[in-house]
């Protein structure tokens, strides 16, 4: 009978990047201790059998040769990091045009699947590595699909919009500028009505989103086809069954 105890040491940046892991329990013969840090440490990297390194936000490659020569020769290291991340300034110029991007600072799609060249901004189409690791034959045809998405923009002579806007009713509205804080598209600007502040929709700036919609504190704007009035009547509707 063999009783097999592991020391494993597990790096990471991330509070919760190993809760699974640390969450095991113990087999009957087969045992285990953790050991953790936020960086690599020597002694530590010395004692473990198996390491595991979550290696985001460092340099991984200095990282791992350092952790190769300092572990036992009999032990395992695994070690998690992305291969590339987004361009410096990535996320500022994603801000600026109002598109989504992810922790490592590459820019998204709107749907993964239906929409994988095309912004969640409309008229922001994306291409190659600003997105995330590819290589060049996917690179190539994904510029051609977004060359494709522009030439069909230029081909028409009047473009349309989506029907799902927002509108303001004017009376309701008390000139707060909560939605113009909040909408992510800066499609809201201010305006002067008779004296009075009150908020407008730019029409063809507006995504849809609904965010107005939900933070302004008089209900005075609203998404055309998905008003509350409309949402609760589904609920109502939903309700009877
Ligand atoms: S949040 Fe509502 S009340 Fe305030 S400016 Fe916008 S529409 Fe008007
Ligand atoms: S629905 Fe409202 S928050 Fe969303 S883009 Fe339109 S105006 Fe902005």
Request: hydrophobic share 40%; proline share 4%; glycine share 8%.
């Amino acid at each position: 009978m063999y009783h097999c105890h592991l020391q494993i040491y597990l790096i990471s940046r991330q509070p919760d990047g190993f809760a699974a892991i640390r969450d095991m329990a113990p087999m009957e013969f087969f045992t285990h201790t953790f050991f953790e840090s936020s960086e690599p440490q020597q002694a530590l990297a010395a004692r473990a059998d198996l390491i595991l390194a979550d290696l985001q936000g460092m340099d991984a490659a200095c990282e791992t040769k350092k952790l190769a020569a300092w572990k036992k020769p009999e032990a395992d290291l695994v070690v998690l990091a992305v291969g590339i991340e987004g361009a410096h300034g990535a996320g500022e110029l994603a801000e600026k045009l109002r598109i989504s991007y992810d922790k490592y600072g590459f820019f998204m799609e709107r749907h993964v699947k239906l929409a994988p060249v095309e912004t969640n901004t409309a008229g922001g189409y994306l291409a190659g590595v600003c997105q995330g690791a590819k290589d060049i034959p996917a690179s190539v045809a994904q510029g051609s699909a977004a060359a494709a998405k522009v030439l069909s923009l230029f081909s028409r002579d009047k473009l349309e919009n989506d029907p799902q806007i927002a509108q303001v009713d004017i009376k309701r509205c008390v000139g707060c500028g909560k939605c113009i804080d909040v909408c992510p598209y800066g499609a809201i600007k201010k305006i002067d009505f008779r004296g009075q502040p009150k908020a407008e929709v730019v029409e063809t700036v507006c995504q849809g989103c609904g965010v107005c919609n939900a933070t302004c504190p008089q209900g005075a704007i609203q998404v055309s086809h998905f008003t509350d009035n409309q949402i609760l009547a589904e609920v109502n509707a939903l309700c009877q069954f």
